[in-house]
């Protein structure tokens, strides 16, 4: 069974950090492009971060650049979102999305599109004081 499991959500100050971790199992995720995305309530999800599959090309959004780093260990079969400077409006359920990307879309399309087959349960990342 395919399967992608977030964790390492939870409560946080403003300007403090936290590491979302995105596990995989019933597949390998070398040769997939990994997405993080958000939803906070009453508003659209969002792409946050997305990293192709060799790791050598990644994508922000504007809302995140320079506060989030997005990483992957394929050996571990695991993607990483490094979440620093964390502000109130932070605050949303974050998912990470796998999709093989055969139609080699840009790491910028694949976030924007939310273009993805498989996705995660969502951790919780509440930011307040």
């Known amino acids: 069974q395919l399967q992608l499991v977030e964790s390492g959500g939870g409560l946080v100050q403003p300007g403090g950090s936290l590491r979302l971790s995105c596990a995989a199992s019933?597949?390998?995720?070398?040769?997939?492009?990994i997405g993080w995305f958000r939803q906070a309530p009453g508003k659209e999800r969002e792409g946050v971060s997305c990293i192709s599959n060799s790791g050598g090309d990644t994508y922000y959004a504007d809302s995140v650049k320079g506060r989030f780093t997005i990483s992957r260990d394929n050996a571990k079969n695991t993607v990483y979102l490094q979440v620093n400077s964390l502000k109130p409006e932070d605050t949303a359920v974050y998912y990470c999305a796998a999709d093989v990307n055969s139609r080699q879309f840009s790491i910028r399309a694949m976030c924007t599109m939310s273009l993805y087959d498989y996705w995660g349960q969502g951790t919780q990342v509440t930011v307040s004081a």
């Open positions: 019933g597949f390998t995720l070398d040769y997939y492009v």
